[in-house]
């Protein structure tokens, strides 16, 4: 599985909007780029995903580079009930076929805390 | 629409004896997915089923771990004669039918493994 980067941790204050990196240089074209967040003593829950073009939903935004090697998921105002392990993770495509497309790959994700 | 569906949310088993955990996915999806998130350290996946098939199993541990799907009812995973090591939350997702790159996983909140 094509590998993430992602920083240990982050910080942001109430409010204000965190970008969070994920770096994946050796993502192949039929990758889907994916965030899942999980907050304390709860399963992991989606935020949003994207293949190419920059993505917007209720939760976030995903802003992919054009080589799509890093991306940069965006809270617009975060908020306490932000704070969680944000996880970039890469997933097959069903037409690559095999069986990978399945399972996620987490890895150590990003610790955010926000601060009231 | 009910979401992903897991008991017991919190089990606790003796050294040696059996520990079944029950998944009920989404209404309408045919695909489940095992993690698992040993104490301090991230989620890592175990096993993914569709109805009455096991398609990657390729984080099964080797012995006393089995997981079924079946036609009718949940999917259940089974530990047979636990062992300390197995104490973790245990996190089951599912997916609607086409499990791809594009799709997302909806997590239940995971069911709890103490053993004593």
């Known amino acids: 599985d094509a590998k993430t980067t992602q920083p240990n941790s982050m910080e942001s204050n109430e409010e204000e909007p965190v970008h969070l990196p994920c770096n994946h240089s050796?993502?192949?074209?039929?990758?889907?780029i994916h965030w899942y967040r999980q907050l304390p003593s709860q399963g992991p829950e989606y935020v949003i995903h994207?293949?190419?073009s920059n993505v917007n939903n209720r939760m976030a935004s995903l802003a992919i580079a054009e080589d799509r090697k890093s991306s940069t998921l965006i809270l617009h105002r975060a908020t306490l009930r932000d704070a969680a392990v944000y996880y970039c993770?890469?997933?097959?495509?069903?037409?690559?076929?095999?069986?990978?497309?399945?399972?996620?790959?987490f890895g150590q994700g990003t610790i955010l805390t926000v601060h009231p | 629409n009910a979401g992903v569906m897991q008991n017991p949310r919190h089990l606790v088993r003796r050294r040696g004896q059996e520990a079944r955990l029950r998944c009920s996915p989404m209404?309408?999806?045919?695909?489940v997915y095992w993690y698992r998130q040993l104490p301090e350290e991230g989620l890592k996946f175990m096993v993914y089923?569709?109805?009455?098939?096991?398609?990657?199993e390729s984080g099964m541990p080797k012995e006393r771990f089995s997981a079924e799907f079946p036609k009718e009812g949940p999917s259940i995973l089974r530990i047979q004669q636990v062992v300390r090591g197995d104490s973790a939350a245990y996190f089951c997702?599912?997916?609607?039918?086409?499990?791809?790159?594009?799709?997302?996983?909806?997590f239940g909140p995971g069911t709890r493994l103490t053993v004593l």
């Open positions: 997702a599912s997916s609607p039918l086409l499990a791809g790159g594009g799709n997302e996983q909806f």
């Open positions: 050796t993502i192949s074209g039929t990758d889907y």
């Open positions: 994207g293949l190419t």
């Open positions: 993770i890469l997933r097959g495509s069903t037409n690559a076929g095999g069986t990978s497309y399945g399972k996620l790959t």
């Open positions: 209404k309408g999806h045919s695909h």
């Open positions: 089923l569709q109805k009455e098939n096991i398609i990657d």
